[in-house]
């Protein structure tokens, strides 16, 4: 089954229709790999299971000098013979009139299908007959679908313009590219799972949504794995260009066919991209404008360049047509064309692009181009930043200059390998002499050093930059300050000097004013003192950017916003930074994907938190920090969210696959870490191990003088711990500590998970009263799934003595926990309806709108009657994969096979969408046909 292409198909379904009595042609346009040809098997597939008899061919440019070629394949595809004497040797009407004749006899028997791939190739003859044949199909069980690339030159463009212009030529469908979501349907069919959205984001802007280079990306990287494991995808990759040759050598056979030089304008505009114009294009392939325009509107309607404009289309098109350029051709082009640009006043990354693909380059406005190309490209594609440094050193530069290009090599190495980061930053400290210049790299080194696990060294070498270098201006000081107390808390071995520079602040507050002002409201938050005197601040430290604050202190800023429970402004602030590294593989990048998956949490948006912890660990794998302490603060934070999905299963394995062997309690992440597994061992009924991990949490954090339970709520779990053991009075404890606390911090969701606890700690009317308490606060913050936690536990305690009550209570909290995602607390909430004498009788919409993208996909292709093994050989996936697919299907649906799978779906509003059965809007599904 095909999604994304729901206009087409309907357009096929409805000549299908009509083709029962009467017939008609229907003609599927598109340019290279837009689908044509899978849309058009699907075509065929469609009818044969409504019973016809599909007759099918595919023309190719190699066999046009064959009279009727076509024809031939026709026939001969459902075994009918075929001999000379049908042809007669020439082409006249009682030829054609003849062959139709046969057509019409099989049309008696079944209403017959004649499908043609690449009508711009059909030989001349076959041509002649199809036209023949279209214009009789009134009143005659004959349909004819066919499809063209009307960026090729036919070779009887009037016959084929007649048949086109045909009154029974009833649509022409022109294919466009796959949007986004269909995009991501197609790379969730492949995965078997969900794909995180910067990934999806990534295949789309790379492929433009064509679904031939979709399906070829994939097939290279060879991402039919695990759910969800699809690596992204580099357009200049030499390993995904090798895997694409027989690829590209189709494009490059299609090109040399098209308009003379066509191969040469596009081997020009692709090594041009975005700076491609019209002026630039013709100088470099040697062409007047006037040549210039025919061969581009050739280009344009092949679909390889943009419409309007003079850019490829596809920037994966364009890396191929660029690697075919041969080397030293390609060298003098790209130096051709920064010269041009240098000349007309482009930008210097623009310029800078083409001088370090040009090698060898002796201009005197090289070195300044290229430095002013890496600042702009640092933050937002650090990996380009780098390539364009390591070309500046190659230019003959004085040792002061060499000093700021190393720091400038390494900061931006920090967004894309830090370990090399590290080894650049030293270099360039040791080599740097100016006090400034020194405090701007210890920044830069003292944030690799902590990334990669070396804190005390990052602590020492803050320290002696403050003590020895004297420092131009405060702000550069209350950075080095800041920077000082963030790093140094993270570890157990410098948390000592950090308290000890807190208190020297402490003592010199209003003598000396040396107290960085950023640093109060986070060591407020730390403390647990109030959100609302922590969240203006916290505020006014933001709105300074991070550039001004340094990336370290600002993040840490902006994680207490998630802290004081101001998820959307803490989402807001993740969005904007990763929209600023859309396309860069940075640490910058894992930091704002940590802080959305926190705020994403918090919302209940499990799903879209899920997918910003999958690209986050793939990431810091990317940047060579996996075994870091980084990882471990992603590695928490997405454990979480499986867990509060219900995802128990995939938590545990992930925090055993990536998390360390031995979690100690010696950096601050690893604590984080350690609560963690404490919750995946409490739901796992191991109590005893669950407690045993809450302790060491405990004794972690005051250590570190944590009070905040919005950081790490570790009395929550203690109190459920003890509870499970029944140790009414230890759990009690915990609970009240907690309570304590969040009264104190003020947040309304972390109060009301305190109030749930400590109400679950006691007996008679006081629990009730305080689990009321619980439900009113969170539905008045909006925390659903702690709500429905709540509503669990106060529908559970009352049903026996209010059990209407009770059952009305359940209901809502089953609502909850099934928009939320949580499956597993949905199930367990109306097991407890069901012993209050209440149940749940989900309707057919509700039910199918549980299902992921895929899911629903499977389930449509079981429910027209394929089997698993076709379904698997269709969507490229393992057998397994499928019957795992609907085996969750079953699961979620209450159904015990494809009969009533079929027979929901026809019920359901989702499944009539699908199904086409519906008059409401039509809503677009993911997924389209994946080859030409």
């Not at 697919?885 to 494809?898: N, P, Q, S």
């Given at each position: 089954?095909?999604?994304?292409?729901?206009?087409?198909?309907a357009?096929?379904?409805?000549?299908l229709?009509?083709?029962?009595?009467?017939?008609?042609?229907?003609?599927?346009?598109?340019?290279?790999?837009?689908?044509?040809?899978?849309?058009?098997?699907?075509?065929?597939?469609?009818?044969?299971?409504?019973?016809?008899?599909?007759?099918?061919?595919?023309?190719?440019?190699?066999?046009?000098?064959?009279?009727?070629?076509?024809?031939?394949?026709?026939?001969?595809?459902r075994?009918?013979?075929?001999?000379?004497?049908?042809?007669?040797?020439e082409?006249?009407f009682?030829?054609?009139?003849?062959?139709?004749?046969?057509?019409?006899?099989?049309?008696?028997?079944?209403?017959?299908?004649?499908?043609?791939?690449?009508?711009?190739?059909?030989?001349?003859?076959?041509?002649?007959?199809?036209?023949?044949?279209?214009?009789?199909?009134q009143?005659?069980p004959?349909?004819?679908?066919?499809?063209?690339?009307?960026?090729?030159?036919?070779?009887?463009?009037?016959?084929?313009?007649?048949?086109?212009?045909?009154?029974?030529?009833?649509?022409?469908?022109?294919?466009?590219?796959?949007?986004?979501?269909?995009?991501?349907?197609?790379?969730?069919?492949?995965?078997?799972?969900?794909?995180?959205r910067?990934?999806?984001?990534?295949?789309?802007?790379?492929t433009?949504?064509?679904?031939?280079?979709?399906?070829?990306c994939?097939?290279?990287?060879?991402?039919?794995?695990?759910?969800?494991?699809?690596?992204?995808?580099?357009?200049?990759?030499?390993?995904?260009?090798?895997?694409?040759?027989?690829?590209?050598?189709?494009?490059?056979?299609?090109?040399?066919?098209?308009?003379?030089?066509?191969?040469?304008?596009?081997?020009?505009?692709?090594?041009?991209?975005?700076?491609?114009?019209?002026?630039?294009?013709?100088?470099?392939?040697?062409?007047?404008?006037?040549q210039l325009?025919?061969?581009?509107?050739?280009?344009?309607?092949?679909?390889?360049?943009?419409?309007?404009?003079?850019?490829?289309?596809?920037?994966?098109?364009?890396?191929?047509?660029?690697?075919?350029?041969?080397?030293?051709?390609?060298?003098?082009?790209?130096?051709?064309?920064?010269?041009?640009?240098?000349?007309?006043g482009?930008?210097?990354?623009?310029?800078?692009?083409?001088?370090?693909?040009?090698?060898?380059?002796?201009?005197?406005?090289?070195?300044?181009?290229?430095?002013?190309?890496?600042?702009?490209?640092?933050?937002?594609?650090?990996?380009?930043?780098?390539?364009?440094?390591?070309?500046?050193?190659q230019?003959?530069?004085?040792?002061?200059?060499?000093?700021?290009?190393?720091?400038?090599?390494?900061?931006?190495?920090?967004?894309?390998?830090?370990?090399?980061?590290?080894?650049?930053?030293?270099?360039?400290?040791?080599?740097?002499?100016?006090?400034?210049?020194?405090?701007?790299?210890?920044?830069?080194?003292?944030?690799?050093?902590?990334?990669?696990?070396?804190?005390?060294?990052?602590?020492?070498?803050?320290?002696?930059?403050?003590?020895?270098?004297?420092?131009?201006?405060?702000?550069?000081?209350?950075?080095?300050?800041?920077?000082?107390?963030?790093?140094?808390?993270?570890?157990?071995?410098?948390?000592?000097?950090?308290?000890?520079?807190?208190?020297?602040?402490?003592?010199?507050?209003?003598?000396?004013?040396?107290?960085?002002?950023?640093?109060?409201?986070?060591?407020r938050?730390?403390?647990?003192?109030?959100?609302?005197?922590?969240?203006?601040?916290?505020?006014?430290?933001?709105?300074?950017?991070?550039?001004?604050?340094g990336?370290?202190?600002?993040?840490?800023?902006?994680?207490?916003?998630?802290?004081?429970?101001?998820?959307?402004?803490?989402?807001?602030?993740?969005?904007?930074?990763?929209?600023?590294?859309?396309?860069?593989?940075?640490?910058?990048?894992?930091?704002?994907?940590?802080?959305?998956?926190?705020?994403?949490?918090?919302?209940?948006?499990?799903?879209?938190?899920?997918?910003?912890?999958?690209?986050?660990?793939?990431?810091?794998?990317?940047?060579?920090?996996?075994?870091?302490?980084?990882?471990?603060?992603?590695?928490?934070?997405?454990?979480?969210?499986?867990?509060?999905?219900?995802?128990?299963?995939?938590?545990?394995?992930?925090?055993?696959?990536?998390?360390?062997?031995?979690?100690?309690?010696?950096?601050?992440h690893?604590?984080?870490?350690?609560?963690?597994?404490?919750?995946?061992?409490?739901?796992?009924a191991?109590?005893?191990?669950?407690?045993?991990?809450?302790?060491?949490?405990?004794?972690?954090?005051?250590?570190?003088?944590?009070?905040?339970?919005?950081?790490?709520?570790?009395?929550?779990?203690?109190?459920?711990?003890?509870?499970?053991?029944?140790?009414r009075?230890?759990?009690?404890?915990?609970?009240?500590?907690?309570?304590?606390?969040?009264?104190?911090?003020?947040?309304?969701?972390?109060?009301?998970?305190?109030?749930?606890?400590m109400?679950?700690?006691?007996?008679?009317?006081?629990?009730?009263?305080?689990?009321?308490?619980?439900?009113?606060?969170?539905?008045?913050?909006?925390?659903?799934?702690?709500?429905?936690?709540?509503?669990?536990?106060?529908?559970?305690?009352?049903?026996?003595?209010?059990?209407?009550?009770?059952?009305?209570?359940?209901?809502?909290?089953?609502?909850?926990?099934?928009?939320?995602?949580?499956?597993?607390?949905?199930?367990?909430?109306?097991?407890?309806?069901?012993?209050?004498?209440?149940?749940?009788?989900?309707?057919?919409?509700?039910?199918?709108?549980?299902?992921?993208?895929?899911?629903?996909?499977?389930?449509?292709?079981?429910?027209?009657?394929?089997?698993?093994?076709?379904?698997?050989?269709?969507?490229?996936?393992?057998?397994?994969?499928i019957?795992?697919?609907?085996?969750?299907?079953?699961?979620?649906?209450?159904?015990?096979?494809?009969?009533e799978?079929?027979?929901?779906?026809?019920?359901?509003?989702?499944?009539?969408?699908?199904?086409?059965?519906?008059?409401?809007?039509?809503?677009?599904?993911?997924?389209?046909?994946?080859?030409?």
């Open positions: 089954m095909i999604f994304g292409r729901r206009p087409e198909l357009a096929i379904g409805s000549l229709d009509d083709g029962q009595s009467n017939g008609g042609l229907v003609v599927i346009e598109g340019a290279f790999g837009s689908g044509k040809t899978e849309l058009l098997r699907e075509a065929g597939e469609r009818a044969g299971r409504r019973g016809f008899c599909v007759l099918s061919a595919s023309a190719d440019i190699e066999e046009q000098s064959f009279d009727f070629g076509v024809v031939q394949q026709l026939f001969e595809s075994g009918e013979e075929f001999t000379d004497a049908d042809i007669r040797g082409v006249s009682g030829t054609l009139h003849g062959l139709h004749r046969r057509l019409v006899a099989l049309s008696r028997k079944s209403p017959v299908l004649v499908t043609v791939d690449n009508l711009e190739f059909t030989d001349e003859p076959s041509l002649r007959w199809i036209d023949h044949v279209v214009r009789r199909t009143n005659v004959v349909a004819v679908i066919a499809t063209l690339n009307p960026g090729e030159t036919p070779k009887e463009p009037r016959v084929l313009s007649g048949l086109l212009l045909s009154r029974l030529c009833r649509e022409r469908r022109r294919l466009p590219d796959l949007g986004m979501q269909e995009t991501a349907g197609l790379l969730e069919a492949f995965a078997g799972g969900p794909v995180p910067a990934v999806v984001e990534g295949y789309h802007r790379v433009g949504g064509n679904p031939l280079l979709l399906r070829e994939l097939r290279v990287a060879g991402a039919i794995r695990l759910a969800g494991d699809i690596p992204p995808v580099d357009p200049v990759s030499a390993d995904l260009l090798a895997g694409l040759t027989p690829l590209r050598d189709r494009l490059l056979a299609q090109l040399r066919r098209a308009a003379p030089r066509a191969l040469n304008v596009a081997g020009v505009s692709a090594l041009l991209g975005d700076a491609a114009d019209d002026g630039l294009i013709a100088a470099l392939a040697d062409l007047s404008p006037t325009d025919a061969v581009r509107a050739q280009l344009a309607a092949l679909g390889i360049l943009r419409v309007h404009g003079a850019a490829i289309r596809y920037p994966l098109i364009g890396a191929l047509l660029a690697s075919a350029v041969p080397s030293a051709e390609r060298a003098q082009l790209h130096a051709r064309a920064a010269r041009a640009l240098y000349e007309r482009a930008a210097p990354v623009s310029v800078a692009v083409h001088v370090v693909e040009a090698g060898s380059f002796d201009e005197p406005w090289a070195e300044q181009v290229l430095l002013r190309a890496g600042e702009s490209m640092a933050s937002i594609c650090p990996e380009s930043a780098v390539r364009v440094y390591e070309r500046v050193l230019e003959p530069i004085d040792a002061q200059e060499r000093v700021k290009v190393l720091a400038r090599l390494g900061m931006a190495q920090l967004n894309a390998h830090v370990p090399a980061a590290v080894r650049r930053l030293e270099v360039a400290m040791d080599m740097a002499c100016e006090p400034e210049e020194r405090a701007e790299i210890a920044l830069g080194l003292s944030c690799g050093l902590a990334v990669t696990g070396r804190h005390q060294e990052a602590v020492q070498l803050l320290d002696e930059v403050m003590a020895k270098e004297d420092l131009p201006g405060d702000e550069l000081a209350e950075r080095m300050a800041e920077q000082f107390v963030v790093v140094g808390a993270e570890c157990r071995s410098t948390l000592d000097a950090v308290l000890a520079r807190l208190r020297s602040y402490e003592r010199e507050r209003g003598s000396t004013g040396r107290c960085p002002d950023g640093l109060e409201p986070l060591v938050a730390w403390l647990g003192r109030s959100a609302e005197q922590v969240l203006r601040p916290v505020q006014d430290v933001l709105s300074c950017g991070r550039d001004r604050r990336t370290t202190f600002w993040y840490t800023a902006a994680t207490s916003l998630v802290w004081c429970e101001e998820f959307e402004l803490a989402s807001w602030h993740a969005e904007e930074e990763l929209r600023a590294t859309r396309s860069a593989a940075s640490l910058r990048r894992v930091r704002a994907l940590l802080l959305r998956m926190q705020a994403l949490q918090g919302l209940d948006r499990l799903e879209a938190a899920r997918q910003c912890g999958v690209e986050a660990l793939d990431l810091l794998d990317r940047l060579g920090i996996a075994d870091q302490a980084m990882a471990a603060a992603v590695l928490a934070s997405h454990v979480m969210v499986l867990a509060e999905s219900d995802e128990w299963e995939a938590a545990a394995t992930l925090l055993a696959e990536r998390g360390p062997q031995d979690v100690s309690p010696a950096h601050w690893h604590v984080s870490l350690l609560h963690s597994r404490a919750r995946l061992r409490l739901a796992a191991d109590h005893a191990g669950g407690l045993a991990d809450t302790l060491v949490v405990q004794e972690a954090c005051r250590h570190w003088r944590m009070r905040n339970a919005a950081i790490v709520p570790w009395q929550v779990t203690a109190a459920e711990c003890h509870r499970a053991l029944l140790a009075p230890a759990a009690q404890k915990a609970a009240a500590e907690g309570l304590a606390a969040a009264r104190r911090w003020g947040s309304p969701r972390l109060l009301g998970q305190a109030l749930r606890t109400g679950l700690s006691l007996t008679g009317p006081r629990r009730t009263e305080l689990l009321q308490h619980s439900a009113a606060l969170l539905k008045s913050c909006g925390a659903r799934l702690e709500l429905a936690r709540t509503l669990e536990a106060l529908g559970t305690v009352t049903r026996e003595k209010r059990s209407g009550e009770a059952r009305r209570t359940l209901r809502e909290a089953y609502e909850l926990a099934v928009s939320c995602g949580a499956r597993a607390s949905a199930r367990r909430i109306q097991e407890e309806l069901v012993r209050a004498g209440g149940r749940i009788t989900q309707s057919a919409e509700h039910r199918v709108d549980l299902l992921t993208g895929s899911e629903l996909q499977v389930a449509e292709m079981a429910a027209s009657g394929m089997t698993n093994q076709a379904i698997a050989q269709r969507l490229k996936v393992s057998l397994r994969n019957e795992a697919h609907l085996t969750h299907t079953y699961r979620k649906l209450g159904v015990t096979g494809r009969r799978l079929a027979d929901l779906l026809r019920r359901s509003s989702a499944g009539a969408r699908a199904l086409g059965t519906t008059t409401r809007p039509a809503v677009a599904l993911p997924g389209a046909g994946w080859t030409m």
